[in-house]
């Protein structure tokens, strides 16, 4: 039965492009996932298998990478006006370009400055906390006479886009991880915090205000490490939600380490001034932990999913 080529197009889907402005002190992110389709005068690739008309996806992939760069991303709008624009003029063979463009919001986080040292506040202007926020969590568990409260949330999407090394860590024969002396830091903050309140004789907390305390803690204490490694940034996390509130006696954290990794432009012809960066989603390190009140017992369960 003869056949027909119908519709078709090409290319690569959802690359993940993180670009940094450093405007001094003070940065800005834009981070995009961002997705080109190409079509055109395709029919012998599909007929016969030629390339001759077939720009590499990879190439699709490259052209994105490099545009962050050369263009800069004022809007996701304007940014796939430019790769459109772009696919279509220099290929002779491709007639039509369709770009998706996903973009994740980031908020500065707020460094309350009126209430912290100006060397804390340098701290914020390059820490942010993705907008669409994190979902709370609560199980409450209760036998007739005693309680057990754990909050928590999950998903909270942090970033530092600098202060954050990652060095000195053992090698061997299959060791290829570079050294890096100033990294983005990046995790989604799964928490979970047990409150020492048990009984009715005790005054129970204010479960509203402890909570948005404790997120504000973990965000500052994310905001103000300059981190050598995210062990080091969850435990100071942990310690600060500690410290400074009295109704917690034990928080478990699960975070994930979203490896942000330089892309090489050199091929073409640009230089990559920790401007650039492939936001990878996985594999992924995944650092987990508890802290502890000094003299309480673990009673949060290793494997968060299970809350």
């Known amino acids: 039965m003869p056949t027909i080529l119908g519709q078709n197009q090409y290319g690569k889907a959802e690359n993940r492009v993180v670009r940094i402005v450093r405007d001094g002190e003070t940065h800005h992110i834009k981070d995009l996932n961002v997705s080109v389709s190409l079509s055109g005068d395709l029919d012998d690739v599909h007929h016969c298998g030629s390339n001759a008309n077939v720009l590499p996806t990879d190439t699709t992939k490259n052209t994105v990478f490099a545009f962050a760069k050369e263009?800069?991303?004022?809007?996701a709008e304007q940014f796939g006006i430019h790769l459109a624009r772009h696919f279509v003029t220099s290929q002779p063979a491709i007639h039509r370009a369709r770009i998706r463009i996903e973009e994740y919001a980031w908020e500065r986080i707020d460094s309350d400055a009126a209430n912290s040292r100006a060397t804390d506040a340098d701290a914020f202007k390059h820490s942010f906390v993705r907008k669409g926020q994190e979902t709370r969590l609560s199980?409450?568990?209760y036998d007739g006479e005693r309680w057990q409260v754990i909050s928590g949330l999950k998903d909270l999407t942090v970033l530092n886009s600098t202060d954050s090394e990652f060095w000195g860590y053992v090698k061997d024969g299959y060791t290829t991880l570079k050294e890096a002396y100033d990294r983005i830091l990046a995790t989604d903050?799964?928490?979970?915090w047990r409150f020492n309140w048990t009984?009715?004789?005790?005054?129970?907390p204010d479960w509203e205000g402890s909570y948005e305390q404790v997120r504000r803690h973990l965000l500052h204490a994310f905001a103000e490490t300059y981190s050598l490694s995210l062990q080091q940034t969850l435990y100071r996390m942990g310690t600060r939600v500690i410290d400074r509130r009295g109704e917690i006696d034990e928080i478990r954290f699960s975070l994930p380490n979203n490896h942000h990794f330089l892309v090489d432009l050199a091929p073409f012809g640009l230089k990559n001034d920790n401007e650039v960066y492939f936001a990878a989603d996985r594999p992924y390190g995944l650092i987990e932990a508890t802290v502890l009140r000094d003299g309480a017992e673990p009673q949060i369960p290793v494997d968060l999913t299970n809350l």
């Open 71 to 75: 263009h800069g991303i004022d809007s």
């Open 139 to 141: 199980q409450i568990g």
């Open 189 to 192: 903050v799964s928490a979970r």
């Open 199 to 204: 009984d009715d004789e005790q005054p129970a």
